[in-house]
C-alpha cells in the first residue's frame, strides 16, 4: 500500500539554524498538509496546499515558515530560524481530496529537537 | 474555534473487555474522522462519518455521531492488546476551517 514517508526521521539543530523537513506525499494525491504534535500534546494543523500554493495556514505558521513543492514528489517544510519551541513531532499528510472529505495518510513524523 | 475534545483522556481495560471513547466539539461540521497514534509513529486514519450520518462501523470499530449533542464516540469490541494506542478524533468543518484534532485518549489494553 502506497505511504507518505518522510526523512529524516530525527533532525537535531541548533537555535538560529535553518531546517527542512522532507515528505514524499502519495504520488496520486493532491492536497499536502503539514502538522506538529509537541509531546504529550495534541496534533496541530500548520499549513495546507494545493496547485503548488497554500490553501490553508494556522496561526503557527508565521513567517519563519514556509512550504514548498520543489518537484512532482517532495514535499517540504522549512523552519528558517529555529527556536527552542519549534522542538515537536512534524508531520507531513496527504490526500487526495480537500481536507476532512477525505481520510489524511500520515508519515511517521520527524522529531526535530532544537538545542 | 472548533475544537474536539475526547474523553477519557486515558483508559485501561483487560484484553477482549470493550473501549469506548468520546469526543465533543464546539461547532457545526461536516464531517468527523477518528485516527490512532501508535508511540512514535504518524496517525492511522480508522473511520469517517459525515455530518448526515449517525453510526457507521468499520471490523471492530462502531462510530456514533450525535450533531445534536455536537459529540461523537468510538467502540471498539473485543479489544486486543495490539489496539494499545492514542486515539484522536479530527472534525472537518469546511473550507477556511482548520481540520481540528482533539488531545487524544491513551487507550492500554492490557493481555
Known amino acids: 500500500e502506497p505511504e507518505v514517508t518522510q526523512t529524516p526521521s530525527h533532525q537535531v539543530t541548533q537555535m538560529g539554524q535553518e531546517v527542512i523537513l522532507r515528505c514524499v506525499p502519495i504520488?496520486?494525491?493532491?492536497?499536502f498538509y503539514w502538522y506538529r504534535q509537541i509531546l504529550g500534546q495534541k496534533v496541530e494543523f500548520l499549513v495546507s496546499?494545493?496547485?503548488?500554493?497554500?490553501?490553508?495556514k494556522s496561526e503557527i505558521f508565521d513567517d519563519q515558515f514556509s512550504v514548498e513543492r520543489p518537484d512532482g514528489s517532495n514535499f517540504t517544510l522549512k523552519i528558517r530560524s529555529t527556536k527552542l519551541e519549534d522542538s515537536a513531532m512534524y508531520f507531513c499528510?496527504?490526500?487526495?481530496?480537500?481536507?476532512?472529505?477525505?481520510?489524511?495518510?500520515f508519515g511517521d513524523g520527524t522529531r526535530l529537537s532544537i538545542l | 474555534s472548533q475544537q474536539g475534545e475526547e474523553d477519557p483522556q486515558a483508559l485501561s481495560i483487560q484484553e477482549g473487555e470493550n473501549a469506548t471513547m468520546n469526543c465533543s466539539y464546539k461547532?457545526?461540521?461536516?464531517?468527523l474522522q477518528w485516527y490512532r497514534q501508535n508511540s512514535g509513529r504518524g496517525l492511522v486514519h480508522l473511520i469517517l462519518i459525515r455530518s448526515n450520518e449517525r453510526e457507521k462501523h468499520s471490523g471492530r470499530l462502531r462510530v456514533t455521531l450525535d450533531t445534536s449533542k455536537k459529540s461523537s464516540s468510538l467502540l471498539i469490541t473485543a479489544s486486543r492488546a495490539a489496539d494499545t494506542a492514542s486515539y484522536f478524533c479530527?472534525?472537518?468543518?469546511?473550507?477556511?476551517?482548520?481540520?481540528?484534532f482533539g488531545p487524544g485518549t491513551r487507550l492500554s489494553v492490557l493481555p
Open positions: 504520488s496520486n494525491h493532491l492536497y
Open positions: 499528510a496527504s490526500s487526495d481530496w480537500e481536507w476532512g472529505n477525505q481520510p489524511q495518510h
Open positions: 461547532t457545526s461540521i461536516n464531517n
Open positions: 496546499f494545493y496547485n503548488n500554493e497554500i490553501s490553508e
Open positions: 479530527a472534525t472537518d468543518a469546511g473550507r477556511g476551517q482548520n481540520f481540528v
